[in-house]
Nanobody
Framework: QVQLVESGGGLVQAGGSLRLSCAASGRTFSRLAVGWFRQAPGKEREFVAGISWSGSTIHYADSVKGRYTISRDNGKNTVYLQMNSLKPEDTAVYYC????????????????????WGQGTQVTVSS
């Protein structure tokens, strides 16, 4: 079993930055592919960024490319999401998700491919 805990959310003005963290426990973190998803009120959950367990494969949603950076520190069992140039439309609950089923270069944009989910952290961007 894997437990994922997000942190780092909060309220920020448009143009500002936040760094989210996803800390994992319970299973060898270095073999977990991790994705970040978000869900705004009244909208479906959407993919934001994903990273393979080796770190060699990274995906971003078009809406965050050039503004967000996903990274991981396997020694600290943590994946990060650095969010810059934030916009009001980035406001959402952000979730990290993980799965250990696939190979070192695997990463997915689909929520159904991830087995473990955190509780989410709220990010609010004011205009």
């Amino acid at each position: 079993q894997v437990q994922l805990v997000e942190s780092g959310g909060g309220l920020v003005q448009a143009g500002g930055s936040l760094r989210l963290s996803c800390a994992a426990s319970g299973r060898t973190f270095s073999r977990l592919a991790v994705g970040w998803f978000r869900q705004a009120p009244g909208k479906e959950r959407e993919f934001v960024a994903g990273i393979s367990w080796s770190g060699s494969t990274i995906h971003y949603a078009d809406s965050v490319k050039g503004r967000y950076t996903i990274s991981r520190d396997n020694g600290k069992n943590t994946v990060y999401l650095q969010m810059n140039s934030l916009k009001p439309e980035d406001t959402a609950v952000y979730y990290c998700a993980g799965t250990g089923t696939y190979g070192s270069t695997w990463s997915s944009v689909h929520a159904k491919d991830y087995a473990y989910w955190g509780q989410g952290t709220q990010v609010t961007v004011s205009s």
